[in-house]
């Protein structure tokens, strides 16, 4: 926690002067300035902020990010927006695989300033911006890629109305997820599944396989037709 009458650092010159810049794991192709044991990043938090999962690559973003680099054809020429984008991973791959235009939005604005200094050590431009834009109409994007947003029962409620919405428009959604608690996995279709690295789960950076998904034309607890609960 900040100490009384200490100054909030400046976010991107503190991120320069405390997050070393390393590969990814499982990503060497991509570099991000990530927190250490020494990185301090209590000095940077502000009352009422947001925690700094900006700060780490998590297994959602990251399976993203290797699957998008192995398939660019799913972003080559496209608009894609990272939502929940955190350190920018899944925007930078969409970038380097050869989307159009990458925009990354993330509720907290030391994400943006990590965003902005990753894009520009990975030479991809992102437009970024800090907003919730999960109770707005759907993005003016082709599409939506979400990692790691449902570690908490309420946000996964949240997050999978918005991308109904945004399915409904006609945006492509993918989503990237280490089968955390609160994923609906009985709404999603698997498409792909990577090893990367997690920071999240407790497993303290270890390996996990986590998944790329697809929405499923079906919500969860509904009885579609041809099941087998539907003739039961």
């Given at each position: ?197 997690d920071f999240g789960g407790g497993t303290g950076g270890g390996a996990v396989q986590a998944g790329v998904f697809a929405l499923s ?16």
């Open positions: 926690m900040k100490r009384p009458g200490m100054s909030q650092p400046e976010p991107a010159a503190f991120i320069e002067a405390n997050l070393p810049i390393s590969p990814v794991p499982s990503i060497p192709e991509i570099l991000l300035h990530t927190a250490g044991p020494t990185s301090g990043l209590w000095r940077l938090a502000g009352r009422g902020d947001p925690p700094p999962y900006w700060a780490y690559p998590w297994a959602g973003g990251a399976v993203l990010a290797r699957h998008l680099l192995d398939r660019p054809e799913m972003v080559t020429g496209r608009r894609v927006l990272d939502l929940g984008a955190g350190s920018g991973l899944v925007a930078i791959a969409a970038a380097k695989a050869g989307a159009r235009a990458v925009t990354a939005v993330d509720i907290d604005a030391n994400a943006i300033a990590a965003i902005g200094l990753n894009a520009a050590i990975n030479g991809v431009n992102i437009v970024a911006w800090a907003a919730d834009i999960i109770e707005e109409p759907p993005p003016a994007t082709d599409l939506l890629v979400v990692g790691d947003l449902f570690y908490d029962p309420s946000l996964a409620l949240r997050v999978m109305a918005f991308l109904r919405r945004c399915q409904a428009s006609g945006i492509e959604v993918l989503i990237g997820d280490p089968e955390r608690a609160y994923l609906p996995q009985g709404e999603l279709s698997r498409i792909a599944t990577h090893a990367v690295a034309g079906k919500v969860e607890g509904e009885i579609m037709p041809g099941d087998p609960a539907a003739t039961a």
